[in-house]
């Protein structure tokens, strides 16, 4: 199976697998809302392929009001049934249930780390098993490969990119959670 960058300079891959491969891919992220936004979009690719995912990242930030931590915590229930309805993300009641539980976790997780950056922090490193059962504990809709592929894209377990990519170079200079620390 080819990696990620080997994918994205193939002539079948869609240009936006070129940019979110470039430019966020294993990027470190700080911010709570783009953590929140990852997780959502790593949740709504479980079953599909990522491509319809990167098609859709607009649509999903238009509907989930940019992905604002608090606006989703703060959801109800004609927020769901708009949810439901919008053509431009994938309507999966769990997945849309999975966002706005998540968001409500994240920010009752502020009470003990300040953030959802602060409680990824406070568990690193960790072996990728260890990650998932912490996952489990503390989220929902959150399986290995979701929660894998959301650590590697956001900087806090290696993968994301071939020692040979130049993005990988990118990523090193900014010294990403992985490479600072390891079990």
Known sequence: MASYCEY???PKAHPIHRWYHDHEHGF????????????????????????????????????????????VAAYGEADRARLLADP?????????????????????LRA??????????????????????RFRQNFVFTGGEIVNEFLMST????????????????????RPPWMRASR
Request: aromatic residues 10%.
């Open 8 to 10: 994205v300079r193939s």
């Open 28 to 71: 470190p992220v700080h911010d709570d809302n783009a953590l929140f936004e990852r997780l959502v979009l790593e949740i709504n690719q479980a079953g599909l392929s990522w491509d319809v995912v990167l098609r859709k990242l607009e649509h999903f930030r238009r509907a989930y009001s940019g992905f604002d931590v608090d606006a």
């Open 88 to 108: 431009g993300i994938v309507r999966n009641r769990l997945k849309i249930n999975a966002a706005i539980e998540n968001a409500r976790r994240i920010v009752a």
């Open 112 to 133: 003990n780390y300040g953030s959802f950056q602060g409680w990824l922090e406070a568990h690193h490193p960790l072996r990728r098993e260890e990650w998932v059962k």
């Open 155 to 174: 900087g806090y377990l290696p993968g994301a990119h071939d020692e040979d990519c130049p993005i990988f170079a990118r990523i090193a200079a900014l």
